[in-house]
């Protein structure tokens, strides 16, 4: 469901900075009128099943967070002790990685990276993978720019993101990004889930757009991937 996601996004992506804050001011709007006409059976009928089926829809169905609705954890799920995930990252010019994690939201306004990430790897075609992977890498290059420039719109984003988000003086250590690798990461942890007891990754997918080919090791004096990441 990711993957068509991210398909919709796509053209409305020039809109996605006006789109979502009308979406917010609407909702509130709504509330409103049905508060003021919450003698009407109709008006009130109205609001509470739109509402629910907003909320379903975006906790069932979209991986993009539509404010002031958010994803909602069903279950508590306890973490098995070895787990095989995927992982992301995106590669600057010298062969340096940075890690996409929770601190990086996608001008899409936060696509579910590791569920779009299990998608992929399930269902999607190699070309289609292509596809994703590097939508995602000039989403990345869009998101440094805001980061650098130092945007006040950072603020506006949703619940906390110009807070939790990669630091200035972290994307400035790195060249110009232009690829994306993928890991399958092998992690194993003691029975409390404290410890790491051991980690492995293997690389299983890159690609680039175009230009001089990445090197295909990191180099020395990259700035250090955090490999005690644990699959969201």
């Known amino acids: 469901m990711n993957g068509h996601v991210v398909a919709f996004v796509g053209p409305l992506r020039p809109y996605v ?10 909702f509130f709007v709504a509330a409103g009128v049905a508060i003021y006409y919450r003698q009407n059976a109709t008006v009130r009928r ?10 379903v829809l975006v906790n069932l169905v979209l991986s993009v967070v539509v404010v002031p609705f958010f994803h909602w ?24 990685e940075i890690r996409v994690d929770g601190e990086v939201p996608f001008e899409a306004e936060n696509i579910a990276l590791q569920p779009l990430l299990n998608e992929m790897y399930a269902e ?14 000039d989403e990345s290059r869009e998101f440094r720019r805001q980061v650098e420039a130092d945007s006040p719109s950072k603020y506006l ?12 003086e972290k994307v400035e250590r790195y060249d110009r990004f232009v690829a994306v690798r993928v890991y399958r990461v092998n992690l194993t942890t003691n029975a409390a889930g404290t410890e790491v007891e051991s980690y492995s990754e293997r690389r299983v997918d890159e690609w680039q757009e175009s230009g001089p080919a990445v090197p295909a090791t ?15």
Do not use: Q
């Open 17 to 26: 900075g006006v789109l979502l804050p009308l979406f917010f001011v609407g």
């Open 46 to 55: 109205t609001y509470v099943v739109n509402f629910f089926v907003a909320l």
């Open 73 to 96: 954890h069903k279950f508590s799920i306890a973490r098995s002790a070895e787990e095989s995930y995927h992982t992301m990252r995106i590669v600057d010019e010298r062969g340096c």
């Open 124 to 137: 999607y075609s190699a070309e289609k993978r292509r596809t994703v992977a590097l939508y995602l890498l």
């Open 157 to 168: 984003r949703y619940p906390a993101h110009g807070f939790t988000t990669w630091p200035r």
């Open 218 to 232: 990191r180099p020395a004096n990259c700035p250090p991937v955090a490999t005690s990441e644990v699959a969201g």
